[in-house]
DNA sequence: ATTCACGAAAATTTCGATATTTTTGTTTAA
DNA sequence: TTAAACAAAAATATCGAAATTTTCGTGAAT
């Protein structure tokens, strides 16, 4: 979460804005949810024209709903825009893992090879223990970290900013229908597969496996 | 402009963010000129805090800047964003005309050759008098038809919203670095072969067409 | 029993005043 | 002359009250 604290957008509502966004894709709400800024105000102690400007924001990227005078709230669990969010989810990552593994260097390669290294034992911790709020909380990290690691060296600074809307929406969205913690067994294993192929700088593999991964994660 | 009125995100402000969207990408304000929202609530009949709220928005897409306690300015001209831009654009739009082309029937054909007379009647008489205004704005809005007609089939919200984002943005950013009016004579020949290729349900020389018709843009 | 109309309450939107921060201009010291 | 310190002005951010719109509950008419 850190690094996304250093986004170029930084304002004073940067702690707001940021933990507010992080709540929404953790699930923290329930969809449907209506979002009344003069009861959010509450929470974080600021006026209500603060939150409805943060909200406003959240709504740009689809994280929250908005309609005239009838305000804000969360979006309700789709099916059909969680698919398409795998899907633009796909496009962009499979493009920004192409231009990565053709551009990435051993740097790259080291920084995938950590970010593997500690999603890989978070995986294997969070398998044995599923009900651990904070062992999920570190695998959303470590998940975000790797699959942001992988597109990095893309050279487009517009590819990973729209990477990171699309991956928050997909994964708000696929929290919301599938009701579980987003972990499969199976992550593991296709998160290996990714991590090879991008090191063998095998683009098509890499590609595959992420689309295989995203596919299955609904 | 009016089928855009009609997005989702309609609200009270729909005419200020709308037309204020509009001038944005139309190269109306030079670019690193500061955005005040005590200035431009004159021009609007509104209190500033309502154009702060509209500025906040716009940052989203990118189609303008902000800066913590330093405000907005309409963002820089530059190179390397119009260049990624083009790149995203390119991207997002040869994937929603790759299923447009396999999922539109007789309907969108009819649609692609309506909005390609158009844009070409507008096109041919825009050539020949490149200084006219309304000619210019009847250019921008005939050219926006047909690129999103071309991709409306795509069976995605998600993938038009996004399109919608990238087009705008690419748009802004093309006429900020080339400051020209955007509109060159290989214009009307490309968009025949895009057409012609769509028609053919030729995917490959569609988005072909499409990558050269959008790097020769800029 | 259902629908419609009306009014009260709640929620949302708008607004301008106040507080904070940044910028600008001036003076003073090195 | 340059740099630093300070004060004044301008710009930005914050806030809560007022205006508007929607929602909800009550009662009357069909």
């Given at each position: 979460?850190?690094?996304?604290?250093?986004?170029?957008?930084?304002?004073?509502?940067?702690?707001?804005?940021w933990d507010f966004r992080r709540r929404l894709i953790?699930?923290?709400?329930?969809?449907?949810?209506?979002?009344?800024?003069?009861?959010?105000?509450?929470?974080?102690?600021?006026?209500?024209?603060q939150l409805r400007e943060i909200l406003f924001r959240l709504s740009c990227d689809g994280l929250v709903e908005f309609q005239d005078n009838k305000g804000f709230k969360v979006p309700l669990a789709s099916l059909e825009l969680c698919n398409e969010a795998v899907e633009h989810r796909i496009l962009i990552e499979c493009e920004g893992a192409r231009l990565s593994i053709e551009k990435g260097g051993l740097e790259w390669e080291a920084q995938m090879a950590a970010a593997h290294h500690k999603l890989a034992h978070v995986e294997n911790?969070?398998?044995?223990?599923?009900?651990?709020?904070?062992?999920?909380?570190?695998?959303c990290e470590c998940e975000w970290?790797?699959?942001?690691?992988?597109?990095?060296?893309?050279?487009?600074?517009?590819l990973i900013r729209k990477h990171r809307d699309i991956y928050d929406l997909?994964?708000?969205?696929?929290?919301?229908?599938s009701e579980g913690s987003g972990f499969r067994q199976d992550n593991i294993k296709e998160h290996l597969?990714?991590?090879?192929?991008?090191?063998d700088r095998d683009v098509e593999a890499c590609q595959k496996g992420l689309a295989n991964h995203l596919h299955k994660s609904g």
């Open positions: 979460m850190e690094a996304r604290v250093l986004d170029k957008q930084a304002d004073g509502d940067v702690d707001i804005y953790s699930a923290h709400f329930e969809p449907g949810l209506k979002l009344k800024p003069e009861e959010l105000r509450l929470q974080y102690g600021c006026s209500a024209s911790k969070f398998e044995a223990d599923q009900n651990s709020k904070e062992l999920f909380d570190m695998w970290e790797f699959h942001e690691t992988l597109i990095s060296r893309c050279g487009s600074s517009l997909h994964r708000m969205h696929m929290l919301a229908v597969n990714i991590l090879n192929a991008a090191l």
